[in-house]
T-cell receptor, first 115, second 110 residues
Framework: DAGITQSPRHKVTETGTPVTLRCHQT?????MYWYRQDPGHGLRLIHY???????DKGEVSDGYSVSRSKTEDFLLTLESATSSQTSVYFC??????????????FGPGTRLTVT | DQQVKQNSPSLSVQEGRISILNCDYT??????FLWYKKYPAEGPTFLIS?????DKNEDGRFTVFLNKSAKHLSLHIVPSQPGDSAVYFC?????????FGKGTRLHILP
């Protein structure tokens, strides 16, 4: 088990409220990723980070922001949650030092419900 | 516009038989392919991978085959066991990101 934790594991929030999800790793991996998983869509990349303070957008980044002030922590923020952001959110980490080290290791997920 | 496609949402296989999960991709620039397995209420776990310079990689009961000319890869599980029942995601690496397919749910029947 790669040392990845996500908090909270479950959250119910109301439309319009801000929400922050946290991913914490103990592996000292350079790359960190946030995905959402929805029925019929598989895993879709929201944002990712390739180092402290270095982040980039994924395919479904609208409505989300991220921050990485330390190697071990990657935060995902929904500034004003909407019902379409109800989903299961997964954090992943990767070394990606070379093309043959592309594997990502996933956290346990956070189930977010926006009512 | 899906770059990684898993056209079978589900597959049922008898225990002990071979399970074959298929995946197609459109981007010829992908250079590394991966399979992940996911149980309910857990994160995906890495299963097996293959570089684009190879056509086969084997790890125990799991073998991945890559056909670059057809832009197709497959995962073979032999023999299939009850614990193999899960959702399997095909994925392809592009730069420092991985693009996932929508997944295939595998049911192993007793």
């Amino acid at each position: 088990d790669a040392g990845i934790t996500q908090s909270p594991r479950h959250k119910v929030t109301e439309t319009g409220t801000p929400v922050t999800l946290r991913c914490h790793q103990t592996e000292n991996h350079r790359y960190m990723y946030w995905y959402r998983q929805d029925p019929g869509h598989g895993l879709r990349l929201i944002h990712y980070s390739y180092g402290v303070k270095d982040t980039d957008k994924g395919e479904v980044s609208d409505g989300y922001s991220v921050s990485r002030s330390k190697t071990e922590d990657f935060l995902l923020t929904l500034e004003s949650a909407t019902s379409s952001q109800t989903s299961v959110y997964f954090c992943a980490i990767s070394e990606f030092e070379a093309r043959d080290r592309a594997e990502q290791y996933f956290g346990p997920g956070t189930r977010l419900t926006v009512t | 516009d899906q770059q990684v496609k898993q056209n079978s949402p589900s597959l049922s296989v008898q225990e002990g038989r071979i399970s074959i999960l298929n995946c197609d991709y459109t981007n010829s620039m992908f250079d590394y392919f991966l399979w992940y397995k996911k149980y309910p209420a857990e994160g995906p776990t890495f299963l097996i991978s293959i570089s684009s310079i190879k056509d086969k990689n084997e790890d125990g009961r799991f073998t991945v085959f890559l056909n670059k000319s057809a832009k197709h890869l497959s995962l073979h599980i032999v023999p299939s066991q009850p614990g193999d029942s899960a959702v399997y995601f095909c994925a392809a690496s592009q730069d420092d990101k991985i693009i996932f397919g929508k997944g295939t749910r595998l049911h192993i029947l007793p």
